[in-house]
């Protein structure tokens, strides 16, 4: 399907391909770079058409830190529920 919808739309010239990090990712862009290597313009000889959506990495790495604090995060929202129920306590909370 990547081939004759990358033919059909004239796609000949892919230098990156921007994926997250799916296993199904790493073989449709491995198939890709064979597909690109019978292309006749082949830029940087697909050196870099795999690049990985470094902004998915970062924002799993960030949601595992959260796992770790979860608890806290828990108290605090507790906290602000708590100050947040009556008009006085939310006088004094701010």
């Known amino acids: 399907m990547i081939k004759s919808c990358s033919l059909e739309w004239e796609f000949d010239k892919i230098l990156t391909v921007i994926v997250d990090n799916a296993s199904s990712n790493n073989l449709t862009v491995k198939y890709l770079k064979i597909v690109k290597n019978g292309w006749t313009i082949n830029i940087l000889s697909n050196n870099f058409t795999h ?44």
């Open 51 to 94: 690049v990985r959506y470094y902004t998915h990495i970062v924002n799993f790495i960030i949601y595992v830190r959260l796992k770790d604090i979860d608890d806290l995060i828990v108290k605090i929202r507790n906290a602000i529920r708590f100050a947040r129920s009556s008009p006085s306590r939310q006088l004094v909370f701010n």
